[in-house]
T-cell receptor, first 110, second 114 residues
């Protein structure tokens, strides 16, 4: 069964400094890896979806996937206070099912 | 664009009570999902429905029933609420297809059991 772990549990960065979040998974045969953001009291918003090893950029959000290392990361360029939220990594298995990590709580200080 | 509506936003129940949560989507998506989110445990899939009239168990289906009344709506029933239970239930929908498995999420229903 796929296991997904995220680190760090919480992260504080200054506005404008790069924020880097990590996610490791146990089964590298999954075909899709995603990063979601969840503001307090809100639903999930998908930021980046990546299928192949390498890099995928969506605006200020860049995901790096390395299946051999069982690792996918998210880098947020020039973070703003409005980016303060919980960031969730998810791995797709068997079509419809997503396995989620427990999240990284990001605080961006103005 | 579309939207997913979940009702109620907050649900307070008593131990042993049967509680129903509702979800509506106007994306015209085929597939709908119910997830449970507990603090420190991420999201876990309870039930999903690939198309209207379909129902599939997720990893956490025990203690729950689900019903796909029509394409746009998907309900979840907590069959017997557990004392001190607190969680957020998130509904999502998606359209099949490799690049379109993106799941759109509702804002959630927060459950508290007294």
């Amino acid at each position: 069964q796929q296991k997904v772990q995220q680190s760090p549990e919480s992260l504080t960065v200054s506005e404008g400094a790069m924020a880097s979040l990590n996610c490791t998974f146990s089964d590298g045969t999954s075909d899709n890896f995603r990063w979601y953001r969840q503001h307090s009291g809100k639903g999930l918003e998908m930021l980046v979806s990546i299928f192949s090893d390498g890099e995928k950029e969506e605006g200020r959000f860049t995901a790096h996937l390395n299946r051999a290392s069982l690792h996918v990361s998210l880098h947020i360029r020039e973070p703003q206070p409005s980016d303060s939220a919980v960031y969730l990594c998810a791995v797709r298995n068997m079509g419809y099912k997503l396995t989620f990590g427990t999240g990284t709580s990001l605080l961006v200080d103005p | 664009g579309g939207i997913i509506t979940q009702t109620p936003k907050f649900l307070i129940g008593q131990e042993g009570q049967k509680l129903t949560l509702k979800c509506q989507q106007n994306f015209n998506h085929d597939t709908m999902y119910w997830y449970r989110q507990d603090s420190g445990k991420g999201l876990r899939l309870i039930y999903y429905s690939i198309t209207e009239n379909d129902l599939q168990k997720g990893d956490l289906s025990e203690g729950y029933d689900a019903s796909r009344e029509k394409k746009s709506s998907f309900s979840l029933t907590v069959t017997s609420a557990q004392k001190n239970e607190m969680a957020v239930f998130l509904c999502a929908s998606s359209m099949p297809g490799r690049s379109s498995y993106e799941q759109y999420f509702g804002p959630g229903t927060r459950l508290t059991v007294l």
